[in-house]
């Protein structure tokens, strides 16, 4: 049965910090991976998505990294905002590509 | 296109009450899932279903029902509200592998 863990639950950091927050898969037959970001009270915005062959993703500040081999991925946040305080969620891709299986998400709070 | 798009956002039901969950998607994507949210617990995954006429359990099924008559459809039925399934319920369909959500119905059961 395919488990996603996410670590650290929780992380605070001080404007313009670069930071890291790992996700980790128990089965590495995965599709894809995908990123996501929640803001309180409302619903999943995507933020990354790694096909199954890929390493990596680049979206402006954000790198995400996929390591299937120790299921392992990263997303990484280069000079954070506060606007980026939000609960970032890793999901990887159940049974052919048809839904997901996430982890409980890492919330973030990046202080001015 | 609308997207995903669920009703209604929010709902009050007593327990013992049923009730439906709607979802609809104007992509024609193939695959559409359903899941739910609960605070310090992730996304869940309740049922999925990968084409018209076919749908299979995910994690926590249990007193939840669906089926999916049409592509563009995919509604979630309680058949017998419980407290414990008082949560924030999102939809989603998926193509190539990328889902797509839709904005949540937070329902409370008292």
């Known amino acids: 049965k395919q488990e996603v863990t996410q670590i650290p639950a929780a992380l605070s950091v001080p404007e313009g910090e670069n930071l890291v927050l790992n996700c980790s898969f128990t089965?590495?037959?995965?599709?894809?991976l995908q990123w996501f970001r929640q803001d309180p009270g409302k619903g999943l915005t995507s933020l990354l998505l790694?096909?199954?062959?890929?390493r990596e993703q680049t979206s402006g500040r954000l790198n995400a990294s996929l390591d299937k081999s120790s299921g392992r991925s990263t997303l990484y946040i280069a000079a954070s905002q506060p606007g980026d305080s939000a609960t970032y969620l890793c999901?990887?891709?159940?049974?052919?590509?048809?839904?997901?299986?996430f982890g409980k998400g890492t919330t973030l709070s990046v202080s001015s | 296109n609308a997207g995903v798009t669920q009703t209604p956002k929010f709902q009050v039901l007593k327990t013992g009450q049923s009730m439906t969950l709607q979802c609809a998607q104007d992509?024609?994507?193939?695959?559409m899932s359903w899941y739910r949210q609960d605070p310090g617990m992730g996304l869940r995954l309740i049922h999925y279903?990968?084409?018209?006429?076919?749908?299979d359990q995910g994690e926590v099924p249990n007193g939840y029902n669906v089926s999916r008559s049409t592509t563009e459809d995919f509604p979630l039925r309680l058949l017998s509200a419980a407290p414990s399934q008082t949560s924030v319920y999102f939809c989603?369909?998926?193509?190539?592998?990328?889902?797509?959500f839709g904005p949540g119905t937070r329902l409370t059961v008292t």
């Open positions: 989603a369909s998926s193509y190539l592998n990328e889902q797509y």
């Open positions: 089965d590495s037959a995965i599709y894809n």
């Open positions: 999901a990887v891709f159940y049974q052919a590509g048809t839904a997901l299986i």
């Open positions: 790694i096909q199954s062959s890929q």
């Open positions: 992509m024609n994507h193939e695959y």
């Open positions: 279903s990968v084409g018209a006429g076919i749908t």
